[in-house]
Structure formats: structure tokens, C-alpha cells
């Protein structure tokens, strides 16, 4: 490797840093790739914003309403829903930077909406990314639910070999980052 | 009609105030009913967090983070979404104080949103209550896009009386104050 005059060591992996860039974060690529399927038509998925308690707005004169105090809420849903192909679509979506994923990074009332929805007819499930890998999984909601309940008796976090194993890898693309559409074809379509 | 002493009239009309208290707003009686509906696993419907444009944010020392600094933003969506008898569901809820529903209180953007689910399936309405009747509708999204889209060559508004004749009146009990799910029942189930 060549040294600049700076001292500093110029980078030749350009695959690896264009794997990385390509990873931005998990909800900036669902947001780029739920905005191409609701422009092309294909699927109407939305994140929902996040709920924030208000606690004070001030009301300037000539000018837009301004929150001066308020907290965040956790939510009791999941992050994403919709309707895909006349089906209710229901997901939550988490990154993980470790080999494994926690389990408490799922909240228990996550896993109750998760239950709910899927009693009422919707195809729920979650998308995990490793970014350490950059791959990125869909996982049946079901699967999921069955580990979380039976959590005490086994593990506290599910590792990486049981996602490879079991989970379908979502395919990337520059225009449609985490395209789970392809997967929810595969599986359900 | 008997003065107080204090020479303020005593109110008779009981059954008016029982049906003014019974609206409380619109929302309030949704967030009831949609608990109702949540909890004795009718249907999985929740209204939206508002969305809020987040600019700064402190971190106290063993405290919640503290959002000081937010603005509103213009939703892109509708309020209310969610599954229920295995169909998507999604909605938005108005109220109107006059005896004429404004067509400017629906966005464009919600027209369109609404085009895209009835499009991608859902079962797409309005539920729009007239406060000084306390009478609340569902409307068939259709109609409404139809109006809207129409409204150059017609009107600007849409008078009580077209809501009476095309819409469905939506049901008020205790327990569920909007039971909207009942008139999905007669016209979907």
C-alpha cells in the first residue's frame, strides 16, 4: 500500500467500501426501497413516524407551530405496515452489529402486536440486518414469537448460523436496497 | 326554567348533555373503540403516531432524552390503519362543526394514498362525524375520491345532506363509541 503525503493510507478495497456505503443504515434503505414500490405501484408499505409525547408548543406569530418540550414514546406497534397484493403487511425491522441478535432488543408488547396481527390475517414478520456482514434477512414472524417464548428455557440472543439456516436472504439492488417484495413472492404469491 | 340563587339557569336537558359529553372528539372515541377492538381480538387497528420533524435534542445526565426543538409535519398518509378479517384497513378521520363538509380538509396527498391501498387492496374509507349533530359516517373512499376530483366543475364542499343520503351512520354505544367494524361487517364480511 502507498502512502500518501499525508501520511495516510489510501484504501484500494473499493469493493468492500462500496458494500459498506451501499448499507447506509437499515431504515434508510427500506425507506428508499418502500418509496420505489409505492411509485411503481407495486406495494403501499409506510413507516410510521415515531410516537413523541408533547409536552409544550409555542405558537410564534407568522410562523409554523414550534415544540419546545416532548419525549419519546416506545412504540406498542411494530415500525412498518401496509397492504401488498390485498394482504396486510406488518414488520419490524432491527439492525444488529453483533455475530448474534439479542433478544431483548424485541420488546414483549412487539411480540404481542406481532401475534395480533397475524391472528387477524396480515403476513408479519421481521427483517434483521448484520451489519457487520451487511446481509440482510426476512424472518417469519412465527419463528420469531416461538424463540422469544420459549427464551428462558434455551438462549437470550439467536446467532447468526440459526438466521443463515432457517431465514431467506434479502436480495439488494441499488434501486431497491432491501427488496423482502421478492421474498414475500416466493413465500406467499 | 328555575334561577340559582346565583341567578345561572339550572339545566334540564339531560339527554343533550349526556350526547354532547358521549362525543368527547372524534379521536378520543377511536382510540376507545380500537382498543375495544384490539383487546377483544376483533381487529388490530391503530392510528398513526403525528409525524414531527425533529431538530434538537438534549441528553440529561440520567434522564430522558428531551426533544427541545420539533415542528409538525404534513402527514403523507392517513391516520388509522391496520388488519382486520384478514383484510388491509385503512382510513382517515374528519370532524366538521358546520353543516357542510370543506373539501380542502382532505389533502391531495391523502387522495392519492387512498387511490394506492384501494388499488393494492384495502378496504379504504372515511369516517367523518358532524359534531353539532353528533351523527358520524362512514364513507366509502370511492365517493369521496370521485367528489374530490370532481370538485373543480361542482363544489367545494359536500352538504350533510348527500352524507345522509349515500353514507352509512356509524353505531355509538359506551363501549365502542365508533363501531365501524359493525357497517364493515354489513358491506365487506
Not at 421481521?126 to 424472518?139: A, G, K, N, Q, Y
Not at 417464548?149 to 434479502?170: A, D, G
Amino acid at each position: 500500500m502507498i502512502n500518501y503525503p499525508n501520511g495516510k493510507k489510501r484504501k484500494y478495497n473499493a469493493l468492500k467500501i462500496s458494500q459498506a456505503n451501499r448499507g447506509m443504515t437499515l431504515e434508510k434503505d427500506l425507506n428508499r426501497s418502500n418509496k420505489y414500490f409505492l411509485e411503481k405501484n407495486i406495494a403501499n408499505i409506510h413507516k410510521k413516524p415515531t410516537p413523541i409525547q408533547i409536552v409544550s408548543v409555542d405558537y410564534p406569530k407568522r410562523s409554523a407551530a414550534k415544540i419546545t418540550e416532548a419525549y419519546f414514546k416506545v412504540a406498542s406497534t411494530t415500525d412498518y405496515n401496509g397492504v401488498y397484493k390485498g394482504r396486510a403487511i406488518d414488520f419490524e425491522a432491527k439492525e444488529c452489529s453483533q455475530k448474534s441478535f439479542p433478544l431483548k432488543s424485541i420488546h414483549q408488547h412487539q411480540i404481542q402486536h406481532l401475534k395480533s396481527v397475524i391472528h387477524h390475517g396480515a403476513i408479519a414478520f421481521m427483517i434483521i440486518r448484520f451489519t457487520s456482514l451487511d446481509e440482510t434477512f426476512f424472518v417469519n414472524a412465527k419463528d420469531i414469537i416461538n424463540i422469544y417464548e420459549n427464551k428462558e428455557k434455551t438462549r437470550k440472543s439467536i446467532p447468526y448460523s440459526w438466521f443463515k439456516k432457517n431465514c431467506h436472504l434479502i436480495p439488494f439492488n441499488l434501486l431497491v436496497p432491501v427488496n423482502y417484495i421478492k421474498v414475500l413472492d416466493e413465500l406467499y404469491f
